[in-house]
Nanobody, 121 residues
Framework: VQLQASGGGLAQPGDSLRLSCSASGRTFSTYYIGWFRQAPGKEREFVSRISATGSATYYADSVNGRFTVSRDNDKNTAYLQMNSLKPEDTAVYYC???????????????WGQGTLVTVSS
């Protein structure tokens, strides 16, 4: 499966953004989709994941209650709705696909190119 993330941009603290992860291939609906982010000078970190059917979601503590992950398998697309953005959310955001219910990047075999989110006043 090939993934492409989009929707990043410049936002002010408290604003919202929605990221999209578009996939090619017929197997999108069989994968867990994870969202990760990497800030300058920092390691890539887990943000959220959603199960293949969309019935189960999981969030990092840092975004829980502010971000919502979802997917539309008919459209081969996953989403990350980001509300109440903070400057510390500034990072390049990546979506990835995995056969495993896991939060570590090494379990994700397919990655999209990142989309930059900058939160600044």
């Amino acid at each position: 499966v090939q993934l492409q993330a989009s929707g990043g941009g410049l936002a002010q603290p408290g604003d919202s953004l929605r990221l999209s992860c578009s996939a090619s291939g017929r197997t999108f609906s069989t994968y867990y989709i994870g969202w990760f982010r990497q800030a300058p000078g920092k390691e890539r970190e887990f943000v959220s994941r959603i199960s293949a059917t969309g019935s189960a979601t999981y969030y990092a503590d840092s975004v829980n209650g502010r971000f919502t992950v979802s997917r539309d398998n008919d459209k081969n697309t996953a989403y990350l709705q980001m509300n109440s953005l903070k400057p510390e959310d500034t990072a390049v955001y990546y979506c990835a696909a995995s056969n495993y219910r896991h939060s570590h990047p090494r379990f994700y075999d397919f990655w999209g190119q990142g989309t930059l989110v900058t939160v600044s006043s």
